[in-house]
């Protein structure tokens, strides 16, 4: 039987040790100490602890998170270069859901009894695997939380953790700046996402926003004109895209481009892929926003402030733009810069 108390306490250690580095890693060890250097539970033996990672790999859009399993088991590593835990390596075994409900919670299921804990996961299917975590309170799952029925996992600890509901920061901004577009709003959100959008969708009701158009969008879609032609009818002028990932995005920006529609606001909070300013043509791009999880509305980039900019190429300015929203989200204004980009950005939002 696992004790409880020891595996969070355990499982936290290791939390830490992923989230705030080396320096996490004196807890790791000192909780594992008390116990002796056997092969004491599930997925522990005297040089080893095996721990589960599942994110989405494969499926609609392969290699969706292969950077969440990436760097957990890249830390790993690192902490094993130094000795591990308790002189235990880290072991990661990994599981790919494919983008699907189903394959998350078998293969949760199937991999429960042979690790000591799930970290570093990413799916937006993790609500799925939560009704396995439910019946199997005393394993540890450690990863940031996005659905609902993952973040009432009793077991459940996330690097993040999130309040219910959804930030209502950048939407005051938006009701200040663009308040005509915010009484007419159209969104087509990721059906992977559906916790997402339901809170997301409260947020901007409970600020007055007006939704005149909504549609989940599944994975396998490929055409979303019909859509963008009932926005423009609907006189859309602010355009949601929750979730959606880069590609996508590029071809709805193609799409709308060619019906010209053209809302005065676009908003989603996927452009942080770089091989978006690689899919995306100008002038599709100009007026699209991101917001970050510190609530606060940040600036994107387009191809206008690229040649308008003091620089060698648009990666550059991504490179430029990057620090004007570290900056921004610590709470200053972005640094004038030499080379250009983040001034411009503040100058072009």
Same mark, same amino acid.
Request: aromatic share 8%; with cysteine.
């Given at each position: 039987?696992?004790?409880?108390?020891?595996?969070?306490?355990?499982?936290?250690?290791?939390?830490?040790?992923?989230?705030?580095?080396?320096?996490?890693?004196?807890?790791?060890?000192?909780?594992?100490?008390?116990?002796?250097?056997?092969?004491?539970?599930?997925?522990?033996?005297?040089?080893?602890?095996?721990?589960?990672?599942?994110?989405?790999?494969?499926?609609?859009?392969?290699?969706?998170?292969?950077?969440?399993?990436?760097?957990?088991? /890249?830390?790993?590593?690192?902490?094993?270069?130094?000795?591990?835990?308790?002189?235990?390596?880290?072991?990661?075994?990994?599981?790919? $859901?494919?983008?699907?409900?189903?394959?998350?919670?078998?293969?949760?299921? $199937?991999?429960?009894?042979?690790?000591?804990?799930?970290?570093?996961?990413?799916?937006?299917? @993790?609500?799925?695997?939560?009704?396995?975590?439910?019946?199997?309170?005393?394993?540890?799952?450690?990863?940031?939380?996005?659905? @609902?029925?993952?973040?009432?996992?009793?077991?459940?600890?996330?690097?993040?953790?999130? +309040?219910?509901?959804?930030?209502?920061?950048?939407?005051?901004?938006?009701?200040?700046?663009? +308040?005509?577009?915010?009484?007419?709003?159209?969104?087509?959100?990721?059906?992977?996402?559906?916790?997402?959008?339901?809170? =997301?969708?409260? /947020?901007?009701?409970?600020?007055?926003?007006?939704?005149?158009?909504?549609?989940?969008?599944?994975?396998?879609?490929?055409?979303?004109?019909?859509?963008?032609?009932?926005?423009?009818?609907?006189?859309?002028?602010?355009?949601?895209?929750?979730?959606?990932?880069?590609?996508?995005?590029?071809?709805?920006?193609?799409?709308?481009?060619? =019906?010209?529609?053209?809302?005065?606001?676009?908003?989603?909070?996927?452009?942080?892929?770089?091989?978006?300013?690689?899919?995306?043509?100008?002038?599709?791009?100009?007026?699209?926003?991101?917001?970050?999880?510190?609530?606060?509305?940040?600036?994107?980039? $387009?191809?206008?402030?690229?040649?308008?900019?003091?620089?060698?190429?648009?990666?550059?300015?991504?490179?430029?733009?990057?620090?004007?929203?570290?900056?921004? /989200?610590?709470?200053?204004?972005?640094?004038? $810069?030499?080379?250009?980009?983040?001034?411009? /950005?503040?100058?072009? +939002?």
């Amino acid at each position: 039987m696992r004790p409880i108390r020891f595996r969070r306490l355990a499982a936290i250690s290791v939390a830490a040790a992923l989230v705030v580095g080396l320096g996490a890693q004196t807890g790791a060890v000192a909780a594992v100490r008390r116990q002796t250097n056997t092969a004491s539970d599930v997925g522990v033996t005297p040089t080893q602890i095996t721990l589960g990672n599942i994110v989405t790999l494969t499926g609609p859009i392969p290699g969706l998170f292969k950077g969440s399993a990436a760097g957990t088991d /890249a830390y790993f590593q690192y902490i094993n270069s130094k000795g591990g835990v308790n002189k235990r390596k880290l072991v990661m075994k990994g599981g790919d $859901d494919a983008l699907n409900c189903n394959q998350n919670q078998t293969q949760t299921q $199937d991999m429960i009894g042979s690790v000591f804990a799930f970290v570093g996961s990413f799916a937006v299917f @993790d609500n799925c695997g939560a009704k396995v975590f439910a019946q199997n309170p005393t394993v540890a799952d450690i990863h940031y939380l996005l659905s @609902d029925d993952a973040n009432k996992e009793v077991n459940g600890f996330s690097p993040q953790p999130a +309040p219910p509901g959804f930030r209502t920061g950048p939407y005051q901004y938006y009701k200040q700046k663009y +308040p005509n577009a915010v009484t007419k709003v159209g969104s087509l959100w990721a059906t992977t996402s559906p916790t997402t959008w339901t809170n =997301q969708k409260a /947020a901007e009701e409970s600020l007055g926003f007006k939704i005149l158009y909504e549609r989940g969008t599944a994975p396998t879609e490929t055409d979303w004109t019909a859509d963008i032609i009932r926005m423009k009818n609907l006189g859309v002028e602010f355009w949601d895209l929750r979730n959606q990932n880069a590609s996508f995005i590029a071809k709805m920006l193609s799409e709308a481009q060619q =019906q010209n529609f053209h809302p005065q606001v676009i908003i989603t909070n996927s452009e942080y892929d770089a091989n978006f300013f690689k899919l995306i043509a100008d002038p599709t791009a100009r007026g699209g926003r991101q917001d970050d999880a510190r609530g606060r509305a940040v600036p994107q980039v $387009d191809e206008e402030v690229a040649s308008r900019c003091r620089c060698g190429s648009v990666r550059d300015v991504q490179l430029g733009v990057r620090r004007a929203v570290r900056r921004r /989200a610590e709470g200053g204004r972005p640094e004038p $810069d030499s080379s250009g980009p983040a001034h411009r /950005a503040e100058e072009h +939002p």
